[in-house]
DNA sequence: GCGACAG
DNA sequence: ATCTTGTCGC
């Protein structure tokens, strides 16, 4: 399946189209998540060479329990729609140095939050056969109206009339961050484990030390 | 037709 | 995404 990765936005397109029929959203975790991990991938200011991370956490304690990362050649040219044919390569291939097996992945980016229902965390999750979701730190697609001040307070992202995901407030006073399923995994599921990921910072602590954690791989390169 | 557009 | 200084506030 990766062996066949598209390397044009039209190839890209067409597997979207093909694979968004096998996203599951309306299921609610199977199990409680022990391990839950933020993935994520830097970019060289020139260059072809970026570097992904995958990081570990204990979901309970959010103490990180691993981290892996890989460098890889970028392919794929950044379009709005199709991020996951420039991340998903080296993303797996740190996922493949990981000893632990994450119950769940928190992507950068969104899951049925998309032109096409199917984003990152949607094609990361299907490809992985695990529970994905994403959380995004800007706008992409869809309307919603004001979110309460504190944390917790959250909104329905609307797009083409169905709701897509959530606009949650993960800290008071602070812009609002965007949550939608990815895979194995509905919108409450993953709105309530994103507020679970984080404490004193805006984005969950998974995405801030895989962000960390690339950033030092690229630097290191 | 003209913008907007995850990272 | 990435470059980039100082600065305001807890």
Same mark, same amino acid.
């Given at each position: 399946m990766i062996e066949n990765w598209p390397r044009t936005p039209g190839e890209a397109v067409d597997l979207q189209e093909t694979l968004r029929h096998q996203v599951r959203t309306e299921t609610p975790l199977t199990r409680q998540p022990r391990f839950v991990a933020g993935v994520d991938v830097a970019y060289p200011i020139a260059g072809q060479t970026v570097a992904g991370a995958v990081a570990v956490l204990d979901a309970a304690t959010l103490n990180v329990v691993e981290?892996? %990362?890989? +460098?890889?050649?970028?392919?794929f040219e950044y379009v709005p729609g199709l991020l996951a044919f420039r991340e998903i390569p080296v993303l797996l291939a740190a996922l493949a140095k990981l000893s632990v097996r994450p119950d769940v992945f928190v992507c950068d980016g969104y899951g049925v939050a998309h032109p096409r229902r199917f984003g990152l965390a949607c094609h990361f999750g299907?490809? %992985?056969? +695990?529970?994905?979701?994403?959380?995004?730190?800007?706008?992409?697609?869809?309307t919603h109206g004001p979110v309460g001040p504190e944390r917790g307070d959250h909104t329905d992202l609307v797009d083409g009339g169905e709701i897509v995901?959530?606009?949650v407030r993960t800290r008071r006073n602070v812009k609002p961050v965007y949550v939608s399923a990815g895979h194995l995994i509905d919108q409450a599921g993953a709105r309530d484990l994103a507020l679970r990921l984080t404490r004193e910072f805006r984005l969950p602590e998974t995405t801030?030390?895989?962000?960390h954690a690339c950033r030092a791989a690229l630097k290191a390169d």
């Open positions: 981290i892996a %990362t890989a +460098t890889a050649p970028t392919a299907l490809l %992985t056969d +695990t529970p994905a979701f994403g959380v995004a730190k800007t706008s992409f697609i869809g995901g959530s606009v801030r030390a895989a962000d």
